[in-house]
């Protein structure tokens, strides 16, 4: 098993990150699942023939999927949801639009 | 009838695109777009996805309805917690379901319903193919930092592949593809014949989404994590973000992207190969009954 703290830090993460998921109060199935398998796999992780790192790498590569994932829609909803206008996409990269011409103020027009 | 045809022609043309245009990432960020656009969205029309367990696979429900493959095959799957990550993927969805992210769902359905009837031998050979165009291979001769950001980045996991396979491969330093002997191509061949169906539907594609066999051979063998895969597959562009800044809404996305392909794609590799295992002993043990 890799250092107890990194575990109990990959444990921690993982279950924050189900928390996105699932708001309700009462546990879900996968949140169960996680806290059997740690319990399950809190003394050695080479049970049932399974690699030193085996059972760490699948739960690291679990939460950074659920993190990577949420971080991802964060921005796309930020960035993407809806087409920018000419004037915010300026804006994004610093610059400003010219005044456009109105024939109103136009004294020549009067 | 009508709803689910829709659904087929829909999901065929998704996966098409993705398989079309994913080499060239604007074409495929601006496919994807038109496709979303184009599309009716798919509202949420459940509450609660949950897992069943039927003749030692797992399936999925949605309130009271199994889900269904693209297909129209039963959507199972060989393992708990394969179903209970999928139950979750379903779980996170809110008022409009965004198939585009569910990755370990579309990778189950390909695996399902194998929708370009791909066999055994054109899957390994399409992963191989990769072998010869691996990104770690092409090398640049400047800016000379660069050079040594890839080498001393690159180096270590074309070493571990050496020694860990017993395979030979010499990068290129010029235009010309990397030079990768009969033998290196045959030891890779009957490796990766030792897995599963779905894990090799799983491997196709983690190599398709980072360039490269070697990246993900090292990360399937747990020597280095899916960070450290993405980083390696993406070293050019880290270096020029590094010199010209980082502009999030481009690096960023892709970055995060990245990770969510990369990682669905190895938790569906590792899942749908370890049960396979577990399977064969228990059979083993009832002939030894019997």
């Given at each position: 098993m890799a250092a107890p703290s990194r575990s109990i830090s990959l444990y921690r993460n993982l279950l924050k990150e189900l928390k996105h998921v699932y708001k309700d109060k009462t546990e879900s199935p996968a949140q169960i699942f996680v806290k059997d398998q740690f319990r399950n796999f809190q003394?050695?992780?080479?049970?049932?023939?399974?690699?030193?790192?085996e059972v760490y790498h699948t739960g690291e590569t679990y939460l950074c999927l659920l993190q990577n994932l949420r971080k991802y829609e964060e921005l796309h909803a930020q960035y993407h949801s809806q087409e920018r206008s000419v004037e915010s996409s300026a804006n994004l990269v610093g610059l400003k639009l010219p005044k456009t011409y109105n024939p109103d103020s136009n004294p020549s027009n009067k | 009838m009508a709803a689910p045809m829709f659904f087929t022609v829909r999901s065929v043309l998704t996966v098409s695109l993705r398989y079309h245009t994913q080499s060239n990432v604007y074409g495929y960020h601006y496919n994807q777009k038109k496709c979303m656009s184009t599309y009716r969205e798919l509202k949420k029309f459940y509450k609660n996805a949950s897992i069943v367990t039927s003749e030692g696979w797992y399936e999925i429900n949605l309130d009271k309805r199994k889900l269904r493959t693209p297909g129209g095959n039963l959507f199972r799957v060989p393992n708990e917690a394969l179903a209970l990550a999928i139950a979750t993927e379903w779980n996170s969805?809110?008022?409009?379901?965004?198939?585009?992210?569910?990755h370990l769902t579309s990778l189950c359905n390909t695996a399902l319903d194998n929708p370009f009837h791909k066999t055994r031998d054109v899957l390994t050979d399409s992963i191989i193919h990769f072998l010869e165009t691996d990104t770690m291979c092409y090398r640049l001769t400047e800016p000379e930092d660069l050079v040594q950001f890839q080498s001393q980045n690159w180096d270590p996991v074309i070493n571990w592949a050496k020694d860990r396979y017993k395979i030979d491969i010499t990068p290129t330093y010029t235009i010309a593809p990397p030079d990768v002997p009969q033998h290196t191509k045959d030891t890779i061949r009957r490796h990766l014949l030792s897995y599963s169906d779905w894990a090799l539907f799983g491997y196709q594609f983690a190599v398709d989404s980072v360039k490269s066999l070697l990246i993900i051979m090292a990360l399937v063998d747990k020597f280095i994590s899916v960070d450290t895969a993405v980083h390696l597959s993406r070293l050019e562009q880290e270096y020029q973000v590094k010199k010209w800044g980082n502009v999030e809404w481009y690096h960023d996305i892709d970055e995060y992207e990245l990770k969510t392909r990369l990682a669905s794609a190895i938790l569906f590799i590792h899942w749908s190969s370890e049960n396979v295992s577990i399977k064969q002993k228990a059979s083993l043990a009832i002939q030894n009954i019997c």
């Open positions: 003394v050695t992780t080479e049970k049932v023939c399974r690699g030193r790192n | 969805q809110d008022k409009v379901i965004k198939r585009h992210n569910m």
